[in-house]
C-alpha cells in the first residue's frame, strides 16, 4: 500500500477545516428570523415553503389573534402538511399554493412547528408578559399541557377537504414521479446495462457503449430532470438548514456527476486508475430514489385509511319528510299511527348538507342514518359497530337516539334531527382522531434529537470517509474515496428517524377510532400501556345508572343498579395482568361492597362525595409515589403498584377526577363535559373498551419501536459499510447504486411495517401483556368473597389552614381499612404564613416564589405540581364550578 505523507496531511487538513465550517453552519446560534406585521388587530406573517421555512423563526406578540401564510412553492410528501404539536392541529399545504392558518391570542413561549414528515422545522416564538409556566420546557403536547382556547380544530368538512387534497395531490405527485422514473429507466439502462455485461467480458460490451460522452449525454437529462424534484427541495433545505434525505442524494449524486463530468474533459489530470467515470451511479440512484418515493406514495395511501374510511360513512342523501304535512305535524306531536311514513312520495330526496335540526327524516332498512337524532315513529336493529367498536346489533325505538353514520340493519324508522354539521359524534370523532394524529408522542423525543443533528453528522461522515481513504487506501486512492464518500452520503436516510412514530400513531389512532377507542394525544397512546391501577366510578360505569324505584327524586338512590354487560370480564382482564382495579363509590359501603364482590373489583372506596373523586385520585398517585420513594411522608394505600394511574368515569361529577389522572378514560355514552376532560373516550358503554386501550397501547408501541428498531439500525450498520469498514477483510466495498437501492427502500419498509397496524385484533378480553411487578394474587379470575378491602371516605379534607376537617361525616373506623390517609406536607408549607388549596385535588400548598402557578381571569391559583396546573388549565370552569 503506497503512503504519500503530503497528500494524506493535506486531506486530512482539509477535512478538520470543512469539519469546522459545517458544524458552524449547522449549529452556529441562529439569528434574524422576522417579526409579525399588525393590520386590524392581527399578526401576520409569511412563511415561504421550499425545500424548508423561510424565515424558519418568526415572532410574535402574546395576547394578539395570528395568521399565518404558507407559500409553498414545491409539491411532494415532504412539506405536504405543516404541524404545530403544542397546538394539536395539523394542516395540509397544497403545492404550490398559498394556505392561510389562523390562531387564537397564545401565551408567551416557543411554539415548534414542523412538516409531516418531522424533517423541516420551524419556530413561533411569542413574546410578551403572559406566564411562561403554560408552556412545558420540551414544547410538546405530549407532557399534557393545555391547549390554548381558541386554537382552531379541524372540522370533519376540512379534514374531508384536506383528504380530498391531499388524495388528488398525491395521485399528481404518483403520476409524475411514475413518468421520471420511466425516462430514468430509458436513460439510464444504455449506461448501466455496458457496465454490468464489463464486469463479465469486454468483449460482450461495443466500445462506442463505453465512450464517456454518449454516457454523459444519457445521463444528464436523469440528473437534471428526472432529479429535479430531489435537488429542488434538497439544495435549498441545505441552505435553510434543514437538510434531509433529498440533500444528502443532491451532494452524493452532484459529487458523483461533476466527477464523471470533469473525466470527459480533463481525464489525463486524473490519477491513473481514477479515470472512469460514475454517470451509471448517477443515473441508477435518482431513478432508485424515485422508484423509491413512487412507492413510498403508494403505500402511505393505506396509512391513514381507517380515519379517510370515516370520513366517507355519511351518507350524502336524506329522505325528507314536508314538516308542513298532517303527517309530519302528528310525528311531531307523537300523535301518528301506522306506517303512512314509509310511502315514497311522502318523503323527497335533498342533499344532507341542507338538513337542519328538527327536520324529520325516514331512514329504511339497509340505509346509513344520515345524521344525530332521536326515533319518533317506528323500530329498528342498528348496527353501530363504526362507532363504537361492538359488533352486536342495537335496539331502537320511540325516543331513544341514533347516531349518524350507523347502519339500519332491520327495520324503518322516522327520526328528528338533534345534531347536524361539526356537532354531529361522527364529526366530532373526526376532529378527535384528527387532533391526536398532530399531536407528538414522547417517545419521539430521541429520534427529533437525533434527526437534527442526523444530516451534518452523516456530511461530516463521508468528508472523513474520502480523506482517510486518500489518505490510507490503496491505489486508486481518488477513485475510492469517490465512492466511499458518496455511498455514504446515499445510504443514509434521516427521513427513517422522523417518520418512525408518526406513521404509526397515524394508523393506531385510526384503528382505535374503528373499534370505538378515541385517544386524545400520541402521549395518551404511549402511555396507557403503563396504566397499573385502574379507578372506576360506580354507577353509569361499572353499573348501568338506573335509579332505585322508591327513590326520593332530590337524592336518588342506587342500591339496585344492576352491573353493566361486560363489567365483570373487563375487571378480570385487567386483575389477570397483574393490574390494580379500584371503585369509587358514593353509596354505603355494602351496597358498594356487594357490587364490588360482584365484578371483582381489589379496593373500594365507599360513601365517596361527589367532590371527593379527584382527591382519592390524587391520593393514590401520592402513595405510588411515596411507596416507589420508600418514603414515610405518605403511607401507601391495598400495594398501589409502581405505575400510572388511570380513572374511567361517564359523568360531570368525574371531570375533575378524569383530569387528575395520569389518563383519563371517559365513557362515550356519558356527559361531554366527561369527554373533553378525557383522554380517551370510549364509544361504546362496555368497560371492555380499557381492555382494548390498554392492548391498543401496547400494539402501537411495539409498532413504533420496530420502526425506530429499524430506522436506527438500518443507519448505524448502513453507514459503516459504505464507509468501507469490510474492505480490510472482504476487499468489497458497496457500490453508491446499492446504497441507493437499500436508501430508496427504507423509509418504504416503515410505511409498510406502519399500515400493519391496520390488521390488529383488539381482544376486548385478554390485555396483551402482564403488568410488571403484578402479583400473582392479582391474576386470578375474580371470586364471590367480596373486595379486598374497603375504605370509608370521612370527608376529611385539607382547610386552607394546612388541617384537616371532617364536612359533617362521622363513620367508625371499618377493620378492613387497611391505613388511613394522611396528607403531605413539606416543612416549607408548615412554616408558611400564608397557604392555598390545589383546585383539582384539593391539596393545600404553601404560597410562596417557588409556588407552582397559573393566571386565569386575572385570578392567580396554586397548584401541588404540574400535573394540576395542566389539567386546569385545559378546562379551568370545571374546577372552579365543582
Known amino acids: 500500500m503506497e503512503f504519500d505523507i503530503f497528500l494524506g496531511v493535506a486531506a486530512l487538513v482539509i477535512a478538520a477545516v470543512l469539519t469546522w465550517c459545517i458544524l458552524r453552519f449547522f449549529f452556529a446560534p441562529r439569528r434574524g428570523g422576522a417579526r409579525a406585521t399588525l393590520h386590524d388587530g392581527v399578526q401576520q406573517a409569511t412563511i415561504t415553503v421550499r425545500g424548508g421555512y423561510s424565515p424558519d423563526i418568526v415572532t410574535m406578540q402574546a395576547g394578539i389573534p395570528i395568521t399565518l401564510r404558507f407559500d409553498r412553492k414545491e409539491t411532494g410528501e415532504c ?28 401565551p408567551a413561549g416557543d411554539y415548534p412547528f414542523a412538516c409531516g414528515m418531522n424533517m423541516v422545522h420551524g419556530l413561533l416564538r411569542v413574546e410578551g408578559e403572559t406566564d411562561s409556566a403554560t408552556k412545558p420546557d420540551d414544547g410538546t403536547a405530549s407532557t399534557g399541557t393545555a391547549i390554548p382556547a381558541g386554537t382552531p380544530r379541524m372540522s370533519a368538512a376540512d379534514a374531508l377537504l384536506a383528504e380530498r387534497q391531499e388524495a388528488e395531490e398525491r395521485r399528481q405527485e404518483i403520476r409524475h414521479t411514475g413518468m421520471l422514473v420511466a425516462i430514468g429507466t430509458v436513460l439510464t439502462l444504455p449506461v448501466f446495462v455496458p457496465m454490468m455485461l464489463m464486469l463479465v467480458s469486454h468483449s460482450l460490451v461495443p466500445s462506442w457503449l463505453m465512450n464517456p460522452w454518449l454516457q454523459a449525454i444519457l445521463i444528464t437529462p436523469v440528473m437534471f430532470y428526472c432529479g429535479a424534484p430531489i435537488h429542488r427541495v434538497g439544495w435549498p433545505a441545505l441552505w435553510h438548514r434543514s437538510p434531509d434525505m ?47 418515493r413512487l412507492l413510498e406514495a403508494k403505500a402511505r395511501e393505506g396509512t391513514g385509511k381507517a380515519v379517510q374510511s370515516l370520513i366517507k360513512l355519511r351518507p350524502r342523501v336524506a329522505h325528507i319528510l314536508d314538516v308542513g304535512t298532517p303527517l309530519a305535524k302528528d310525528l311531531a306531536a307523537g300523535k301518528a299511527s301506522g306506517d303512512g311514513w314509509l310511502d315514497p312520495a311522502q318523503s323527497q330526496d335533498i342533499d344532507i348538507d341542507r338538513v337542519k335540526t328538527g327536520d324529520l327524516l325516514v331512514i329504511r332498512a339497509g340505509e346509513r342514518i344520515p345524521l344525530d337524532g332521536v326515533v319518533l315513529a317506528g323500530e329498528a336493529s342498528v348496527d353501530e359497530s363504526m362507532i363504537t367498536g361492538e359488533s352486536v346489533l342495537a335496539r331502537r325505538g320511540v325516543g331513544e337516539p341514533l347516531t349518524g353514520a350507523t347502519i339500519m340493519q332491520q327495520g324503518n324508522v322516522v327520526m328528528k334531527v338533534t345534531r347536524t354539521g361539526e356537532d354531529t359524534v361522527l364529526s366530532q ?38 480523506a482517510i481513504w486518500i489518505t490510507f487506501g490503496p491505489q486508486p486512492k481518488l477513485a475510492h474515496a469517490l465512492v466511499t464518500a458518496v455511498s455514504v452520503l446515499i445510504i443514509a436516510c434521516p427521513c427513517a428517524l422522523g417518520l418512525a412514530t408518526p406513521l404509526s400513531v397515524t394508523a393506531a389512532t385510526g384503528l382505535g377510532a374503528t373499534n370505538g377507542v378515541l385517544v386524545t394525544s400520541a402521549r395518551a397512546l404511549e402511555q396507557a400501556r403503563d396504566i397499573r391501577t385502574v379507578v372506576f366510578d360506580k354507577t353509569g360505569t361499572i353499573t348501568v345508572g338506573a335509579i332505585d324505584d322508591d327513590a326520593d327524586y332530590a337524592k336518588p338512590s342506587y342500591t339496585k343498579d344492576s352491573v353493566k354487560p361486560g363489567s365483570k370480564e373487563a375487571i378480570a382482564a385487567l386483575r389477570a395482568a397483574g393490574i390494580r382495579t379500584v371503585m369509587l363509590s358514593g353509596d354505603k359501603a355494602e351496597v358498594a361492597e356487594r357490587v364490588a364482590a360482584e365484578v371483582g373489583i381489589d379496593t373500594v372506596i365507599a360513601q365517596v362525595r361527589p367532590d371527593g373523586k379527584a382527591y382519592w385520585i390524587r391520593q393514590l398517585q401520592i402513595s405510588r409515589d411515596a411507596a416507589a ?18 380513572m374511567v368515569g361517564d359523568g360531570i361529577n368525574d371531570a375533575p377526577a378524569l383530569a387528575q389522572a395520569d389518563v383519563g378514560i371517559a365513557i362515550g355514552t356519558g356527559t361531554d363535559i366527561a369527554m373533553q376532560s378525557a383522554d380517551v373516550t370510549l364509544m361504546s358503554g362496555d368497560l371492555r373498551g380499557v381492555v382494548k386501550t390498554l392492548n391498543l397501547s401496547q400494539a402501537t408501541m411495539r409498532n413504533i419501536r420496530e420502526n425506530l428498531a429499524w430506522a436506527f439500525g438500518y443507519n448505524i450498520i448502513g453507514i459503516p459499510i459504505a464507509a468501507g469498514v469490510l474492505y480490510p477483510f472482504t476487499g468489497w466495498l458497496l457500490s453508491p447504486m446499492i446504497a441507493g437501492l437499500a436508501m430508496a427502500l427504507s423509509s418504504v419498509c416503515l410505511v409498510l411495517n406502519a399500515n400493519r397496524m391496520r390488521r390488529v385484533t383488539l381482544s376486548p378480553d385478554t390485555v396483551s401483556f402482564t403488568a410488571a411487578g403484578g402479583r400473582d394474587a392479582d391474576r386470578r379470575a375474580p371470586d364471590q368473597h367480596g373486595a379486598r378491602s374497603i375504605i370509608l371516605d370521612t370527608g376529611d379534607r385539607p382547610r386552607a389552614d394546612g388541617h384537616h376537617t371532617d364536612e359533617g361525616h362521622h363513620h367508625q373506623p371499618n377493620k378492613e381499612q387497611p391505613m388511613h390517609m394522611n396528607h403531605m406536607h413539606s416543612a416549607d408549607m408548615n412554616d408558611a404564613t400564608q397557604t392555598a388549596t390545589d383546585p383539582v385535588c384539593g391539596m393545600t400548598v404553601a404560597v410562596n416564589n417557588d409556588a407552582i402557578t397559573r393566571e386565569h381571569d386575572g385570578t392567580t391559583y396554586y397548584f401541588c405540581g404540574e400535573h394540576c396546573a395542566n389539567n386546569f388549565m385545559k378546562a379551568p370552569q370545571l374546577f372552579l364550578e365543582n
Not at 84 to 93: K, S
Not at 256 to 267: G, K, P, Q, R, T
Not at 629 to 646: C, K, M, R, T, Y
Request: proline share 8%; hydrophobic share 50%; with cysteine.
Open 629 to 646: 420513594a420508600q418514603s414515610s411522608v405518605a403511607p401507601a394505600i391495598a400495594d398501589v403498584p409502581n405505575g400510572l394511574v388511570a
Open 79 to 106: 412539506t405536504s402538511h405543516v404541524v404545530f404539536p403544542d397546538l394539536g392541529t395539523d394542516t395540509m399545504l397544497p403545492g404550490n399554493e398559498t394556505t392561510e392558518m389562523s390562531l387564537p391570542p397564545l
Open 246 to 292: 433529498n440533500s444528502l442524494v443532491a451532494l452524493g449524486t452532484t459529487a458523483a456527476y461533476l466527477y464523471s463530468i470533469a473525466l470527459c474533459f480533463v481525464s489525463e489530470l486524473m490519477p491513473e486508475g481514477s479515470r472512469e467515470p460514475y454517470f451509471e451511479s448517477v443515473g441508477v440512484v435518482i431513478t432508485l430514489v424515485l422508484v423509491g
Open 429 to 466: 370523532i373526526i376532529a378527535l382522531v384528527a387532533r391526536a394524529q398532530a399531536t407528538k408522542a414522547p417517545v419521539q423525543r430521541l429520534a427529533d434529537r437525533i434527526a437534527r443533528v442526523f444530516v451534518p453528522a452523516v456530511i461530516i461522515a463521508a468528508l472523513w470517509t474520502g
